[in-house]
Nanobody, 121 residues
């Protein structure tokens, strides 16, 4: 069994910063991709950023230059540093990971429970 544990959400004023963390635990053979998605009320879930092989990053255009994703492969942990936050960044942020597990090391997609980020004055 694999679990993703998120932390770091909250309320912040426009222009402020937050840092999200997500740690994967359990029967893990290999973590291939870790990333963050978000879902605002009435909108579809969208990719914010992801990182693979510990160094290859990908960002949504809306967060480029403001958000930074990083990972600690030894700890199976991913971080999302969010700077210059805007009200439109308000959403539930979900950690997502592609992890190889089990006897045959098949890859499965896992999700965290979500953490609320609210940007408001």
């Amino acid at each position: 069994q694999v679990q993703l544990a998120e932390s770091g959400g909250g309320l912040v004023q426009p222009g402020g910063s937050l840092r999200l963390s997500c740690a994967a635990s359990g029967s893990i053979a290999r973590v291939n991709v870790m990333g963050w998605y978000r879902q605002a009320p009435g909108k579809e879930r969208e990719l914010v950023a992801d990182i693979r092989s510990g160094t290859i990053t990908n960002y949504a255009d809306s967060v480029k230059g403001r958000f930074t994703i990083s990972g600690d492969q030894a700890k199976n942990t991913v971080y999302l540093q969010m700077n210059s936050l805007k009200p439109e960044d308000t959403a539930v942020y979900y950690c997502q990971a592609n992890i190889q597990t089990g006897r045959f090391q098949n890859e499965y997609r896992y999700w965290g429970q979500g953490t609320q980020v609210t940007v408001s004055s």
